[in-house]
């Protein structure tokens, strides 16, 4: 965090109500939505080819650690 955001924090948000934090926090987010801003960084996001691959590893772990004669309690 920087010093200017950090000094904000201390001398003023930390004085507001938990309703003005949250409206406050609102206030921000609905402004960065409306300014269509590029910062969220997607090059960590999961293709669709990472979450086959990841639903299919834990299918085969599942199916590892329970074995076809054992009965799944409902």
């Known amino acids: 965090m920087s010093s200017n955001a950090q000094e904000i924090y ?3 948000i930390t ?3 938990p309703i003005e934090r949250l409206r406050l926090a609102t206030m921000i987010l609905n402004d ?8 969220i960084d997607y090059s ?5 080819q990472d979450q086959l691959d990841l639903a299919s590893f834990s299918l085969q772990y599942a ?5 076809d004669n054992e009965e799944i309690a409902e």
């Open 15 to 17: 004085n507001l109500s």
């Open 10 to 12: 201390s001398q003023v």
């Open 44 to 48: 960590d996001t999961w293709t669709e």
């Open 32 to 39: 960065l939505v409306q300014q269509n801003l590029s910062v």
């Open 63 to 67: 199916a590892s650690i329970f074995p």
